[in-house]
Nanobody, 122 residues
Framework: QVQLVESGGGLVQAGDSLRLSCAAS????????MGWFRQAPAKEREFVAA????????YYSDSVKGRFAISRDNAKNTVYLQMTSLKPDDTAVYYC???????????????WGQGTQVTVSS
């Protein structure tokens, strides 16, 4: 069992940066994949980024590649999503998720946080 708690959301202006945090507790293993997803109003949830806990390998959606960076701090059991050059289209509820499996496969996540709202004004 893995418990996830996100934090760091808020209201920012276009072009600003924001860092989300996801604190993980429970069982964590090097094979754990951690992901960030987002869901905008009236849209389906979409994959944003993922990281393999063990070696820090990362994987991104094309929509955020070059603007967002996912990282982890093993000592703090925390995963981060650093978001830069934010756009109004990035407005969504951002969710942290975890699974035991491939970090490059965007489905199959078993554990989810409660979500944190990110709003980007133009």
């Amino acid at each position: 069992q893995v418990q996830l708690v996100e934090s760091g959301g808020g209201l920012v202006q276009a072009g600003d940066s924001l860092r989300l945090s996801c604190a993980a507790s429970g069982r964590t293993f090097s094979s754990l994949a951690m992901g960030w997803f987002r869901q905008a109003p009236a849209k389906e949830r979409e994959f944003v980024a993922a990281i393999r806990w063990g070696d820090g390998s990362t994987y991104y959606s094309d929509s955020v590649k070059g603007r967002f960076a996912i990282s982890r701090d093993n000592a703090k059991n925390t995963v981060y999503l650093q978001m830069t050059s934010l756009k109004p289209d990035d407005t969504a509820v951002y969710y942290c998720a975890a699974k035991f499996g491939s970090y490059t496969y965007t489905r199959g996540y078993l554990y989810w946080g409660q979500g944190t709202q990110v709003t980007v004004s133009s």
